[in-house]
Structures are given as structure tokens and as C-alpha cells.
């Protein structure tokens, strides 16, 4: 699937700085120029300039250590407020549906599931689009997403076998879940939602499973046949949280350090001298779907997202993994959106302004200094929206 429905400034917005084999990425960030606490409309920021940030690091206190969703206890003025946008924000993505999300026009590529992954991948590259819906004609039924963590699982399977590199050509997309199996990776479970279903469900769905994204698939009431009518991802669910709800999220003035969210500990980076293969084994070890790439003081100087895999295997190269990562993200896209960064007091409105505004599929977390702290994705974000103060906070239900 791939729609455009990005504003004109986010259009305008220029691609990251990457210069030859050594890359160096600075971002928009969500730090406004008047400190943590301010609310107002945040400035973007992009090409070398380090993010800008008006709260000195002795502001820094320490993270409140294992807080629960559920804790719930604490009762000022601006808990009251965060719940009340909180409850604001649910209460709207149980009125909408998965189909309001979907752009007035848009166009659907599927792919047959009897094509070889090789051609599919030529199909992502040409179309600028980085998954699609998979069709088996056979039984004219819904088969199942690809996405670039298939594409890492073949070259996982090339790893382990590289006896069979002379057949991977021959794969079709209908073989990624013997490829599955032959790796020993858990086979992704195939959630798909009804697109008249509330939003809420799509939402609690893929924090369920852990999917970024999520095909909507109707009935033909003629035929009883299923239909693919669109797919939707947490990016642009957020986005739409973002843009329709701004009396709520702007009631979001807890920092990101109170609200523990994203991940601080045990974070997997790269070098820019790490081979992309290197890379991609930090991902499958982690089960992430992105690597800050630091230097040698922990600044950040770039992020390694799993879409960059398929650049990097154009023309089933899979032999040319051992790339350095400097290398493989100047083969970017030239309209690639930029890194994202944000302080840790940095407040969840300013961010939902940022998504509002821009391209952002994931923050980095950096000092004054512009050393990583932690990631954000948009899973972290979209957990905390819906569950936090839930009872029910573990994402069991639907
Ligand atoms: P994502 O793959 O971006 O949806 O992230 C899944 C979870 O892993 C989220 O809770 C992130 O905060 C966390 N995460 C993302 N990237 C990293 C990383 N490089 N190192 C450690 N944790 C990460």
C-alpha cells in the first residue's frame, strides 16, 4: 500500500545529511527552543544542526524505576489532565473506524503469492513501498503481509544454508513460511481486522501480536470471498491520533522521563563501520525494527531501520551484506524523512505535535550532548495511549 497524504511542509521537508560511506544524521527534533514545559507549536529542525535543547543536563533525574501501566495512583493536576486527554484519545478510536484512517484516494499494491520473492522485492523497490498484502489465487484468499522481516528472514536462511544461495532465486513468495520454519523463527501471526471494526480493536490487535501494521480485509457479499481493501500502520494511526485530536494530546504535558516511555537499558547500536549483516542479526536477536548508530562516545550519528534491508539486497545481492552501514545508508532514498530525536523532558504533546507535523516512525532519545539515553517507537507510544491506567494493561484483550 502506499498513499501520499503527507502536508505540504512535510513534502518540503529535506532528506537526513549523508555524505558518501560516512553518513551523518542530524534531525528534526521535538525539543522546542522554549524548554520542556513549553506547549506551544515546536520548530523542525534538519541537515547538520544538533538538536537543539534548552533544559541543561543537571535537570536530569533519574528514571522512576518499574512503573507499572496501572500505577495510577498519583493525583495532581497534571495526572488528571493526562488521564482526561488519555480518555479522550480512546474514547475516539472507539468511535472511529479502521476505514476512516484511509485517505480519500490511494492506491493497493497486492502481490500473488506464486511470484518469486526475487521479482517482489524489484515490485517494492518501483513502487516506493516498503510491504504489501500477499494474495493466494489459488484460493482467492488473504495470504498474508510481506514485509522487510521477510526479506531478513531469507537472509537469516542464507546464513544458515549458504549451500542453497544457487536456489534462492527460485523462492516464491508462497515458500517465506518453510523459510520460516527452516530458520526456527516464530511464524508472525496473521492479524487482520474487519475495516468497519473500531480503531480501538485495529490498535489492541497489533500491540497483541506485535505488528506494525495491520491489513484490512472485508467480504465480497456476493462471492463470500475476502477482499484486501487497504493496510494501515501504526505510523499513520498515530498520525490520525495526532491530527484529529489535538484538544487532547495537548493535555499530554508529562515528560517523557516520568512516563518511562520507551526503552532506556540493554539498547542495541551499531557503528558506522558495523557490516549491514551485523546489523541484522541485532534485530532478529532483539526483535526490533531499528539500530542507532553511534560513534565512539555514544553520540548518535544515524539510525539502521529494517527497510534499509531491501536497498541493500536489490537484484538478490544477498552476498553483499558484509557492506559497511555507512555505505548502505547512502543508498537511501533521496525523500527519506529524517531522524527523529527528543530529550527526555521533552513532554508526549510536544512529540504528538512532531507526528502531527512530520514523518516520524520512531524518536531517539539523546542528551544535551547528543548521546543516546534510549529509543521511543511508535509501539511505546501507542501502548502507553491505550493501556496506561487501564486495568486490563497487559494487551490480552481485543
Ligand atoms: P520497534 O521494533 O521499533 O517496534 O520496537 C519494539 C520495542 O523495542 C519497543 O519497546 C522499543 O522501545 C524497543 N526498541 C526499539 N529499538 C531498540 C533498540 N535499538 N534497542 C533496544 N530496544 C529497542
Redesign the pocket.
Known sequence: MEDDTRTPAEKAHPGPATEGSAPVASSPTTTSAAGANSSGPLPLRHGHELPFVAAPSSYLRPKPISRTMSDNRASGPLDKEQMQGLRGVREFLKVRTSYDVLPLSFRLVVLDNNLLIKKSLNILIQNGIVSAPLWDSQNSAFAGLLTSTDFINVIQYYCQFPDEIAHIDQFRLSSLRDIERAIGVLPLETVSVHPMRPLYEACRRMLKTRA?RIPLVDRDDETGREMVVSVITQYRILKFIAVNNEQYTMLLKKPVRELGL??YK????ATMGSSVLDVIHLMVK???????IIDRDNKVLNLFEAVDVIPCIKGGAYDELSATVGEALSRRAEEFGGIYTCNEDDRLDAIFDTIRKSRVH?LIVVDDDNRLKG??????ILKYVLLYGEEDDDIRGN
Open positions: 506494525r520507551g526503552t540493554d539498547l542495541a547500536t532483539y526483535n526490533i525494527s531499528a539500530v542507532p520512531r529509543i521511543i517507537s511508535l509501539s511505546d
